[in-house]
């Protein structure tokens, strides 16, 4: 069997989740439920990022230490997860016990290497980024990412020797095709390397929290170094050899386009250096903003995850997100889209769908799976162009593209309202003869409810759960949405059906 590892970068703590930390993690639980279903073994982890200088000074203001502070805020990001269906294996915290032993032991090897020495820092450093930033990206002083002044650090580090693996980098991308999605960013990074690798900071002697370096206990680990390693302690890196020789390397790293360097220059070069396999991919995905504005972590700009879900239930917000976010590009939320997209797609063309065919196979079929009769070419026609073996949707889902992999799903519905349209069957029950080829429409209808259920269950897998069940398969449709998705004439022929209820009840957007 085939494994396929899966991860999403780990939120700092210091501020609830907000819609868009939620894309990413639908992204990677879409990745983890489409390959699942397709026959692979698979393992998916996501968690917290909690030694940011951030968490110590927040928790040192309310005179609370900064595990208690943690321990706060740990359960919004659980519960938003769970209220949006997100199934992982490993919520990692950086605090865990295994995660400290993965680091402390990833940096021996670096620093048996030779690739660690100790040396000065001076530097603009921007507590949010957790970053030193360059006298030339500053604007007024401040970090233009965050608006917010650069503080100056001085100090003895110690450093990584980057620089040494610029070239190994280089050619890994270049004998690595699509190794990071999308190609711009990878152009970039590619950019960055070839205009030279500083070597960087690894430690911080002054203020803050952290996990303790292996070769000096008077220095603590930069924050992102500790953080990176939690892809190889999720998997029992250091603790567990049997699930880390099955899982690593990560097959898909999803992470935000504002750290892709960290991803693709300074992790890889972490995992060469300490003799480690790297990652196969690394998706860098586009940021989503509301009403055109930064997406904040508190109010108006603010949008908590499970009370979207509230309002619209999981499958709406998954489907929503994952179909509106290009790929690799930004996407700028607004209720009346979101809404306006809630009504269009999922009530009226989807949900109908389902609910017409139900309720036409109960008044004109007996509530049974009918059986296939009579056809005419345009019932023919219909069905071959519904189970594709070439279909795009494959593809497009291996490449992360999972606005274009649903916008090909939605031809699909789209075609069956049309073919409803076009046939007609309340009318084909008014003549004997036409009655006959009533049987093979519906039928022709439940088939491409099927298709659609299984294409459509790793963006909503509570509602397409709900149609499969409805059709009568038995199968469990995590593992095997996909096994006759190219075949036809599957449903069991008089099979009694129950209608699987009001999937998307329309909602009134005013
Ligand atoms: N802790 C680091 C990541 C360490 S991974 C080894 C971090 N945390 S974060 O909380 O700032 O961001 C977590 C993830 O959410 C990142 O991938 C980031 O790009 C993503 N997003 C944060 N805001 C976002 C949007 N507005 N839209 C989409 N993704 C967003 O960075």
Redesign the pocket.
């Given at each position: 069997m085939k494994k396929f590892y899966v991860t999403?970068?780990?939120?700092?703590v210091n501020a609830p989740?907000?819609?868009?930390?939620a894309?990413?993690k639908v992204c990677a639980d879409v990745m983890r439920r489409f390959k699942r279903a397709k026959g692979f073994d698979t393992f998916f982890s996501t968690g917290v990022?909690e030694h940011?200088l951030n968490v110590y000074r927040q928790a040192k203001d309310e005179g609370i230490s900064p595990m208690e502070y943690c321990n706060r805020m740990v359960p919004m990001f659980v519960n938003s997860w769970e209220s949006l269906n997100i199934e992982y294996d490993r919520f990692i915290r950086t605090t865990d016990d295994n995660h400290i032993k993965s680091v402390r032991h990833l940096l021996q090897k670096i620093y048996d290497k030779g690739d660690i020495y100790m040396d000065k820092y001076k530097g603009w450093y921007c507590v949010s980024c957790?970053a030193y930033l360059q006298e030339s990206e500053l604007v007024d002083g401040k970090c233009p990412v965050h608006n917010k002044k650069a503080e100056w650090f001085e100090e003895d580090n110690y450093f990584f020797r980057l620089s040494k693996y610029a070239d190994k980098l280089l050619e890994h991308i270049e004998k690595h095709n699509g190794f990071i999605l999308p190609t711009t960013r990878e152009n970039e990074i590619v950019n960055i390397i070839k205009n030279g690798l500083l070597d960087i900071s690894i430690s911080r002697a002054s203020e803050g929290w952290g996990i303790k370096l292996p070769f000096d206990e008077n220095q603590i680990i930069y924050?992102?170094i500790d953080?990176?390693t939690?892809?190889m302690s999720a998997a029992g890196y250091s603790d567990n050899n049997k699930l880390f020789n099955k899982y690593w390397p990560a097959n898909l790293h999803?992470?935000?386009?504002?750290?892709t360097r960290?991803?693709s220059i300074i992790w890889p070069a972490m995992l060469m250096s300490g003799g480690l396999t790297l990652p196969e991919r690394i998706y860098a995905?586009?940021?989503?903003?509301i009403d055109g504005k930064?997406?904040s972590k508190t109010g108006n700009n603010f949008i908590a995850p499970d009370e979207i879900v509230g309002l619209a239930g999981s499958d709406a917000v998954r489907y929503f997100v994952m179909r509106e976010m290009p790929f690799g590009d930004d996407m700028d939320f607004t209720w009346s889209r979101f809404w306006g997209k809630y009504n269009s797609d999922l009530a009226n063309d989807f949900g109908n769908l389902v609910s017409r065919t139900f309720s036409m196979v109960d008044k004109y079929a007996g509530g049974k799976v009918p059986k296939f009769e009579a056809a005419e070419d345009i019932d023919i026609n219909y069905m071959e162009s519904i189970k594709r073996p070439d279909t795009d949707y494959f593809k497009q889902m291996e490449n992360c593209q999972f606005a274009l992999a649903l916008n090909t799903v939605w031809e699909i519905v789209a075609k069956a309202n049309r073919y409803v349209e076009e046939t007609k069957p309340w009318r084909l029950n008014k003549t004997p003869l036409a009655a006959a080829r009533l049987g093979c429409v519906l039928l022709n209808l439940l088939e491409s409810l099927r298709i659609i259920s299984s294409y459509s269950y790793p963006f909503m897998p509570v509602s397409s759960e709900k149609v499969w069940r409805a059709l009568g398969m038995d199968e469990d449709i995590k593992e095997k949405a996909f096994a006759k998705v190219n075949e036809w004439e599957i449903l069991e022929k008089g099979r009694e059906l129950v209608a699987p209820g009001m999937l998307f009840p329309r909602k009134d957007i005013k």
């Open positions: 999403t970068a780990i939120d700092y989740p907000h819609l868009g930390h894309y990413e990022d940011s957790e924050v992102w953080a990176l939690n892809y999803i992470i935000g386009k504002d750290i960290f991803h995905h586009g940021f989503m903003t930064k997406m």
